[in-house]
T-cell receptor, first 114, second 110 residues
Framework: NAGVTQTPKFRVLKTGQSMTLLCAQDMNHEYMYWYRQDPGMGLRLIHY???????AKGEVPDGYNVSRLKKQNFLLGLESAAPSQTSVYFC?????????????FGSGTRLTVV | GIQVEQSPPDLILQEGANSTLRCNFS?????LQWFHQNPWGQLINLFY???GTKQNGRLSATTVATERYSLLYISSSQTTDSGVYFCAVDPNFGNEKLTFGTGTRLTIIP
């Protein structure tokens, strides 16, 4: 049982390049989330999904897109990377309202945009 | 949106000491969780505790929902307890979109 797996773990992008971060969970969780963590600011929600085929905007969605074509996967895309998107990105998943609400986080992706 | 304040922002303790971390929130909540981020960056869920008291080994947590605060207690601290402790809340039923506080950085000195 791997839990939540994020790939890649590290990446350096040039301004204007695009990339996709992959999050995979094997716990059959309904809900999945993408957060970013910046120094001194805690974690801020980018986008989330309450089920396969659904996505919604969080607190800081600009510059990012997401897709959840399969229940176990949640992809975060940067179409044209900017230095302001330098951050550590965390994916998380959680169960539905009938079950355990506790979040499980992936190990993070450290992204640097130069 | 809901505001989450954690105190103290930094705490340095000797190994073996006890500590209390506080989380205040500005509105009623239906979901409150405590997390530990270790020095390597991994986030671990400690408690799901929208109300009441829970204990897990040396850690315990209490949420007084009517007064809009939660406390995390760490007893007999060990160096492995070092890291940042986050409180996160969600006022809504169902979505479980957590809003995080800025954390308390705990450093345990041998």
């Amino acid at each position: 049982n791997a839990g939540v797996t994020q790939t890649p773990k590290f990446r350096v992008l040039k301004t204007g390049q695009s990339m996709t971060l992959l999050c995979a969970q094997d716990m059959n969780h309904e809900y999945m989330y993408w957060y970013r963590q910046d120094p001194g600011m805690g974690l801020r929600l980018i986008h989330y999904s309450v089920g396969e085929g659904t996505t919604a905007k969080g607190e800081v969605p600009d510059g990012y897109n997401v897709s959840r074509l399969k229940k176990q996967n949640f992809l975060l895309g940067l179409e044209s990377a900017a230095p302001s998107q330098t951050s550590v990105y965390f994916c998380a998943s959680s169960y539905s309202r009938q079950g355990n609400y506790g979040y499980t986080f992936g190990s993070g992706t450290r992204l640097t945009v130069v | 949106g809901i505001q989450v304040e954690q105190s103290p922002p930094d705490l340095i303790l000797q190994e073996g000491a006890n500590s209390t971390l506080r989380c205040n929130f500005s509105d009623s909540v239906n979901n409150l969780q405590w997390f530990h981020q270790n020095p390597w960056g991994q986030l671990i869920n400690l408690f799901y505790i929208p109300s009441g008291t829970k204990q897990n080994g040396r850690l315990s947590a209490t949420t007084v929902a009517t007064e809009r605060y939660s406390l995390l207690y760490i007893s007999s601290s060990q160096t492995t307890d070092s890291g940042v402790y986050f409180c996160a809340v969600d006022p809504n039923f169902g979505n479980e979109k957590l809003t995080f506080g800025t954390g308390t950085r705990l450093t345990i000195i041998p």
